[in-house]
């Protein structure tokens, strides 16, 4: 048995020995991993030279304002186009090129009006008319000559060939597409003059509209979102304020009623599922027999109006059938781990005594929050402005075969050019924006940069937080007399040691994690522009390798979770701590697989409990089925949009409020780890966990009786 002992030790390395001086976090530490430290720094100072560059160079009026062909912003002030705020296209039809997508212009001359057209007019028909050509010339471009003849003013593309009434949908004119007796038409007109002499069908304008707005009911969809938001933003700051509210007293309580609070959340979560199951019933039946309740999900499709699927007796089917599944599920758990759940109690009761003795701890993830929305801002608003740091590119368009298709061209002297005389029908129109620096050329690499340094940052300022906790939770445990052993302030002094001993151990974490972050982003982005391809063996290994990396950065965060914990008790660098932390979990796997994860199980069902609950509450009141004041819920396009945004950020809320007490119970958890395997229980060697985890465990001190 002894030599079994020694090999499995030997495997997972040496059980930590006994040392008389160890009293928990140690003060008397010196700096780890300055290597990675001073990467950081130099890898901070160049992203904020890149975020100077971008803004001085970047526009985000580029991003909010249209462009016509000359490259000037539709309604923006201080601009020639200033109460022009829609863009118009002469021929929409173009727009449906495979051109478009390569270009992302379309190949038409586009100006920018007052609003979009509200009648069908040609300019045939318009020319011999004063008041029809008044109304017309908003739609010219600013050269546009009325003296000219008809026929020469649409050879010059002075002005469009017609006119078709027109909706404003992103600051864009796109025909206005109307369904009559089944048919779907644009206007009441068939056909058009071109101004050529040709007679051309309205229907293959129409084709070009309808391949033109592709998006135009998701785009709608969005603005219908947009629109909820506005009209709602007010309901779900309050929703989200009691999510908080209802956190901080669910830790509260949890603190001096740890036990009841557990079986009272766990009886809550089945009640509010048993709801669940019982309104999805009530709605399935109270369908039956009304027409059209009866149609599948398959047949009637995809719906932009969500509502509709809620007319359907199939979609409470399938709601019933999840939740009933969940139920199921939970309950068998219940049963199976009821022995277990008495241990995490156990856990959660000194996690709760550890909070209490720390209670800044519970407003520190409001720190980390402030740091991550930092570097979100600092990371989004170094993007736009890259992405719009480029420069007005104008090419060759045409719609005939052209020697100088594609190629770059100036607007002030391409009519005097050689283009014009070999090419009549080529247009020298905005493309797009880019440039031919250095600088142009590298953009992708610096946003490349800039994605990779929030990941960086953004993982740092989480390791941050979690060592800091870390320390403060160890300084609680490994005082032999709590609270009296236990320093002033020991989160602030936790905070203050990370930050001037391991911020290299930290930004080393960071570093790994960050790196198969951006891996697992580019898979993300060839898997996308690989979405069309027929190569099924591609498809299948970039599967494999996203399920690889995936698995990879869950590990990794582990694994870092334990390092930081190591690293704020012992003081030792990343790979140290990493080490020592993965073979004192290995040393005791079963330990770590149940009762850590019993416990994750809890707080997630802590997390359900507020979740399931606000959300219940925010459905009643924006169906107004419910009134907390005199005025009902607002009225809404799609009420599950504010209920939604309720329920994730309410789940955010909670989790930041958990995560506090997560951390606590794993460190605590390593820490007794090292208890049992440093300490005997003997005179010399007393056990440090509390008198309820000795019992739990039937450990005793030799000459101390247990509560």
């Keep these: 048995m002894g030599g079994q002992e020694d090999n499995y030790y030997g495997k997972h390395g040496t059980p930590q ?6 009293k928990g976090p140690i003060y008397d530490r010196g700096c780890t991993d300055i290597i990675c430290c001073v990467l950081l720094v130099v890898a901070i100072v160049g992203y904020v030279v890149v975020g100077v560059v971008a803004w001085t160079h970047g526009d985000p009026r580029k991003v909010i304002h249209p462009t016509d062909s000359r490259g000037q912003f539709c309604g923006q002030q201080g601009t020639p186009n200033e109460k022009k705020p829609f863009l118009f296209y002469f021929d929409i039809v173009k727009c449906a090129s495979p051109l478009v997508l390569l270009e992302f212009q379309c190949p038409t001359t586009q100006i920018c009006v007052s609003k979009c057209p509200d009648r069908y007019l040609t300019y045939l028909t318009a020319h011999g008319v004063p008041g029809d050509l008044g109304y017309y010339r908003n739609f010219c471009v600013p050269t546009f000559d009325p003296r000219k003849g008809p026929i020469e003013v649409l050879k010059d593309r002075e002005c469009p060939a017609m006119l078709i009434p027109s909706t404003p949908l992103a600051r864009r004119c796109f025909p206005a597409i109307q369904a009559k007796k089944g048919v779907i038409m644009v206007g009441n007109e068939t056909t058009y003059d071109d101004g050529r002499g040709h007679r051309r069908n309205v229907t293959e304008l129409l084709e070009g509209a309808k391949k033109a707005n592709v998006v135009l009911e998701t785009r709608q969809l969005a603005m219908k979102i947009f629109e909820d938001y506005t009209v709602s933003w007010y309901w779900i700051i309050i929703g989200l304020v009691i999510a908080m509210v209802a956190s901080l007293i669910f830790i509260v309580l949890l603190r001096f009623l740890a036990g009841i609070m557990v079986w009272v959340m766990i009886v809550m979560v089945i009640l509010v599922l048993g709801y669940g ?3 999805c019933y009530m709605e399935y039946a109270k369908l039956k027999g009304e027409a059209g309740s009866d149609v599948s999900l398959v047949d009637l499709g995809f719906q932009t109006d969500l509502r509709v699927y809620l007319h359907l007796r199939q979609t409470w089917l399938a709601f019933l059938i999840i939740l009933c599944v969940v139920e199921l599920v939970i309950v068998l758990l219940l049963i199976f781990l009821r022995k277990r759940i008495l241990i995490a109690i156990a856990l959660i009761k000194e996690a709760s005594r550890a909070v209490g003795h720390v209670m800044s701890s519970l407003l520190f993830p409001l720190c980390t929050f402030f740091l991550l929305c930092l570097c979100i801002a600092y990371w989004a608003s170094t993007a736009v402005f890259l992405s719009t740091s480029n420069e007005a590119v104008y090419k060759v368009f045409n719609e005939s075969a052209c020697p100088f298709s594609g190629q770059t061209c100036r607007p002030e002297t391409f009519n005097t050019s050689n283009v014009t005389k070999l090419c009549p029908d080529a247009q020298c129109l905005f493309a797009f924006y880019g440039g031919e620096t250095a600088y142009h050329k590298y953009l992708i690499v610096l946003q490349f940069f800039n994605v990779f340094m929030f990941f960086w940052l953004a993982n740092f300022v989480i390791a941050l937080g979690q060592v800091t906790l870390a320390g403060a939770f160890a300084s609680y445990y490994w005082a032999f007399k709590k609270p009296d052993d236990m320093p002033a302030f020991p989160l602030f002094s936790a905070f203050g040691r990370a930050l001037r001993y391991h911020t290299g151990s930290l930004a080393f974490g960071a570093l790994v994690l960050a790196i198969v972050q951006v891996i697992r982003v580019t898979l993300e982005y060839l898997d996308h522009r690989l979405k069309a391809a027929e190569n099924k063996f591609a498809k299948f290994l970039l599967s494999c390798l996203k399920c690889c990396f995936w698995c990879l950065e869950k590990f990794i965060k582990f694994l870092n979770r334990n390092a930081y914990i190591m690293i704020a008790i012992y003081g030792t660098n990343f ?16 330990r770590v697989a149940v009762l850590d994860k019993v416990t994750d199980f ?12 606000v959300g219940i509450l925010a459905f009643f009141f924006f169906t107004q089925r419910i009134k907390l004041v005199q005025d009902t819920a607002p009225p809404l396009n799609y009420y599950w949009v504010p209920i939604l945004t309720v329920i994730v950020g309410s789940y955010l ?6 995560s506090v007490y997560g951390m606590c119970v794993d460190t605590l958890f390593l820490c007794f780890l090292e208890d049992l395997e440093r300490n005997d229980g003997s005179a010399e060697k007393p056990y440090f966990m509390s008198p309820d985890l000795r019992k739990l465990l039937k450990k005793t001190n030799a000459g101390q009786a247990d509560a």
Excluded: E, Q
């Design 17 to 22: 020995k006994y040392d008389p001086t160890f």
């Design 277 to 279: 199951i019982f309104h």
């Design 575 to 590: 790979c140290t701590s990493a080490r020592n932390a993965f073979f004192l979990l290995m040393r005791n796997i079963i």
């Design 602 to 613: 809890l707080f997630f069902l802590g997390k359900l409990l507020i979740v399931g609950s």
């Design 653 to 658: 809320i909670a989790h930041g409020f958990f």
